[in-house]
C-alpha cells in the first residue's frame, strides 16, 4: 500500500523558513516522483515542484523558483521541500502526492496523496 505522510507545516512570518517532509512508504523514490501541491482558500490547486529522485530532474513554479528547493534523501525514501523567503501569498495547505515516473505539475496524473500540511506566513 502506498502511503505519503507530509509534515513540517506552521506558522512563520514573512521571509522566514519552513521545511516540509514528505515520507514515502509502499514506493521507490527511485522509480516515481513526488510533487508538492498547495491550495490556498477559495483559489485551485496548483502543483509547485516536483522531484524525479531516480535522476534528480526537478520542476518548480515560476512563483517559487529560487525560493523553495526540492532535495530528496532516498535512503530514507523521504522529499524534503525547503521554502525560503516566505510571503504572505504562500499561505496554502501543502500537499505532497505520487503516481508519474518523471516530474509534472499536472494533478490528474498523481495517483497518491498524502494529508495536508497547513503553512501560514504572516505579514
Known amino acids: 500500500e502506498v502511503q505519503l505522510q507530509a509534515s513540517g507545516g506552521g506558522l512563520v512570518q514573512a521571509g522566514g523558513s519552513l521545511r516540509l517532509s514528505c515520507a514515502a512508504s509502499?514506493?521507490?523514490?527511485?522509480?516515481?516522483?513526488i510533487g508538492w501541491f498547495r491550495q490556498a482558500p477559495g483559489k485551485e490547486r496548483e502543483g509547485i515542484c516536483a522531484?524525479?529522485?531516480?535522476?534528480?530532474?526537478?520542476y518548480y513554479l515560476d512563483s517559487v523558483k529560487g525560493r523553495f528547493t526540492l532535495s530528496s534523501d532516498n535512503a530514507k525514501n523521504t522529499v524534503y521541500l525547503h521554502m525560503n523567503s516566505l510571503k504572505p501569498e504562500d499561505t496554502a495547505v501543502y500537499s505532497c502526492?505520487?503516481?508519474?515516473?518523471?516530474?509534472?505539475?499536472?494533478?490528474?496524473?498523481?495517483?497518491?496523496w498524502g494529508q495536508g500540511t497547513q503553512v501560514t506566513v504572516s505579514s
Open positions: 502526492a505520487t503516481g508519474p515516473r518523471y516530474v509534472s505539475s499536472w494533478y490528474r496524473e498523481y495517483d497518491y
Open positions: 509502499g514506493i521507490s523514490l527511485d522509480d516515481y516522483a
Open positions: 522531484i524525479d529522485g531516480s535522476i534528480g530532474a526537478t
